[in-house]
């Protein structure tokens, strides 16, 4: 079930309609519906409420004004790690024998 933040893909009648963020998700007076607030990601940006139940929000299809919707959870792609490639490429530092350590302890003194 998507929750507050996720980025999702509302279809109506199986074609994409728009992405949005969902903001806000609040219990409606009856068992397992939902006041939902949706930043719909288009331009310009809109602000919609829309009550839902719990499984419409979970991707389950649902109908608005007679028309066939879904919202759909976006998992977004992993993304390459440029500084975690660089550091398994990089041989690991030598250590090296001439190390000193100093007290701080005696800095003080």
Known sequence: MAIEGDVVLITVQDQPLSYAR????????????????FLLLQIPLQVVTWILRDVYIGGHEFTMG??????????????????????EKQPAPEKSTRAKVISLKDLKK
């Open 22 to 37: 969902i903001e806000q998700i609040l219990p409606d007076h009856k068992p397992d519906w939902y006041h939902v607030t």
């Open 66 to 87: 007679g028309k066939a919707m879904r919202i759909e959870k976006v998992v977004a792609p992993q993304l390459p790690n440029p500084a975690g490639d660089e550091k």
